[in-house]
């Protein structure tokens, strides 16, 4: 594995505009993830995807396809990002090396519109190397547990991890910055 790409999710709107947050690609575990990987010669890119609290499936596309993406490459998605990251992977038909999906949501009530709107393609699992699905069996967040059933029924060769009280992994529900338990899944 040569290279990373880590997708942060959605946000509110509200979230996005205070001076006082973190833009999405720089809040909870990414930023110490990004430079664990780094020490460890894996180029990582933290990507800001566009308008995350009213995403749009072709802009968030547009910012994915200008990175080289192949069986050398670590996908990693933080819910609604890992929505997204399936979506594109099954659209796209890459190869990569490892697809890890964090509290993944895909929309079931479609609260994002046509964002997460998609049949999810089970070859991809086929066309990943390796697929892990990390979740927290006390996340709040509505859609979470479900989309974390619906992707182990769809593979069934994804490791799955419950960190029982990570909640959604954010900052605020981790309570600290470091995320140790997913450097040493992926590296």
């Not at 594995?1 to 509110?12: D, P, S, T, W, Y």
């Not at 006082?20 to 993830?33: G, L, M, T, V």
């Not at 909640?167 to 309570?175: D, I, K, L, R």
């Amino acid at each position: 594995m040569n290279n990373a790409i880590i997708l942060h999710g959605c946000c509110e709107k509200e979230e996005f505009f205070d001076p006082k947050i973190p833009s999405q690609s720089n809040q909870h575990w990414f930023p110490w993830i990004q430079k664990q990987l780094s020490m460890k010669n894996i180029v990582t890119q933290t990507p800001e995807m566009p308008e995350p609290y009213d995403p749009v499936y072709e802009k968030w596309k547009m910012v994915m396809d200008q990175f080289s993406i192949d069986l050398n490459t670590l996908l990693v998605g933080h819910s609604c990002g890992a929505g997204f990251l399936l979506r594109w992977a099954g659209e796209t038909k890459k190869h990569l090396m490892k697809l890890v999906l964090v509290a993944p949501w895909l929309d079931l009530n479609r609260k994002r519109g046509e964002f997460l709107d998609f049949q999810i393609e089970p070859v991809i699992g086929q066309r990943t190397t390796e697929m892990s699905i990390l979740f927290s069996s006390k996340d709040k967040v509505d859609g979470v547990k479900e989309s974390v059933e619906i992707l182990s029924r769809t593979f069934p060769k994804a490791k799955l991890y419950d960190f029982e009280n990570a909640g959604h992994f954010s900052s605020g529900e981790m309570t600290r910055k470091d995320f140790p338990e997913l450097l040493k899944l992926i590296a």
